[in-house]
């Protein structure tokens, strides 16, 4: 893989960063969107919360420390996965 996308005109303003980060467009697609995924499944937890405080109290928070250790060590595939990865708890991120 070159240094420099090879991209030109209007197609470079989608491939240039999924080149930067090593992907395709389809590739870091799937990752987007999982994250997304992701960040709406806790944002939905912490609507509910905001609501019923006695429910998903520690969800929300959950979900994004273990988006965070994935993308931190580049494990992108626990990021589309449709089962989610191992949530660490609360207690192990104080």
Same mark, same amino acid.
């Given at each position: 893989?070159?240094? =420099?996308? *090879?991209? #030109?005109?209007?197609?470079?303003?989608?491939?240039?960063?999924?080149?930067?980060?090593? =992907?395709?467009?389809?590739?870091?697609?799937? /990752?987007?969107?999982? /994250?997304? #995924?992701? +960040? %709406?499944? %806790?944002?939905?937890?912490?609507? $509910?919360?905001?609501? !019923?405080?006695?429910?998903? *109290? *520690? *969800?929300?928070? =959950? @979900?994004?420390?273990?988006?965070?250790?994935?993308?931190?060590?580049?494990?992108?595939? !626990? +990021?589309? %996965?449709?089962?989610?990865? /191992? /949530? @660490?708890?609360?207690?192990? $991120? !104080?």
């Amino acid at each position: 893989m070159t240094n =420099e996308c *090879t991209c #030109r005109g209007p197609k470079r303003w989608f491939c240039q960063h999924p080149h930067d980060t090593g =992907e395709s467009y389809a590739e870091h697609f799937r /990752v987007a969107f999982g /994250v997304s #995924r992701r +960040l %709406a499944g %806790a944002s939905f937890a912490a609507l $509910v919360h905001a609501f !019923a405080p006695n429910l998903h *109290t *520690t *969800t929300a928070s =959950e @979900r994004i420390h273990t988006m965070h250790d994935c993308l931190e060590a580049g494990d992108r595939e !626990a +990021l589309i %996965a449709r089962k989610p990865p /191992v /949530v @660490r708890s609360i207690d192990q $991120v !104080a």
